[in-house]
Each structure stands twice: as C-alpha cells, then as structure tokens.
C-alpha cells in the first residue's frame, strides 16, 4: 500500500500467495476483482477492498477527480482495470489480508514504481502522485 504524507491516502497493493488467483509467488499487485452483476466500477473497487485487505468503504473516503483506466490482454482476454485513488480515513486502519495476499507495504512513490511491472502501472501511479500533489491542501 502506499500514502501520502500528512493525508493517509492509499493506493493498494498485495502480494499473491501460491494459492491466489494467479498461482505467481514474488509477483507485487494491486486489489482487484470482477464486477458482479448489478455492482458499478467502484462499488467493485471498494468491496474487493474490504475482502482483500479488510478495509471497508467507510473506512475511505475516495478522492475525486481521479480515474485511471488501463487495458491490456491477459490469456488471450481483453481487460480493463480503472483505478481509483483512495485516502484512509485512520492511519493506523487494520489491515486484514485475505489468503490471496502475503504481504502488504505502505510505499512512497519511488518504491511503488519500482515494483510496477509494467509502464503503464507505473505511470498511472506517477499520475495519481501528480494529482494527489496538485490537489494537496
């Protein structure tokens, strides 16, 4: 996970076990998940959030303005993952992993681009840095 200084603000991520999804152990990723039916972008967000890391809605207040959309192709199957920037509400939450997670880390910008494994995360974190600093009170 990472936060800014002074705002608690959080853009999430995990390390997958051998038992996740992916099966891919020393792989750094963000919490993510498949749309149920009837669930908007966000509301999938924040509850893949809460099962994943045990940080629920109200526990973050989503940071307006932000929304990053990335597309790539995975198994031979197009995908989508928007992304949203969040600040924690208390910065000593809990965070609760699920089994699909080993690990989690709050990072500074320069760390969280280091683990991105592709270009395009890293620039969706340098934006989301951008706009956090732009909009900084």
Known sequence: MKRAPEKNRAEVWGRPTSTSRSSILDQTCQIYGHVEPGESDLETALRETQEEAGI?????TIIEGFRRELSYVAREKPKIVIYWLAEVKD???EVR???EHQAYRW????????LAQF???????????????STAT
């Open 97 to 99: 992993l699920s089994r």
């Open 119 to 133: 270009e395009e995360m890293k620039a969706a974190l340098q934006e989301g840095h951008q706009f956090l600093c």
């Open 91 to 93: 910065c000593d939450v």
């Open 107 to 114: 990072l500074e910008l320069e760390d969280a681009c280091q």
């Open 56 to 60: 629920e809605a109200g526990q973050l």
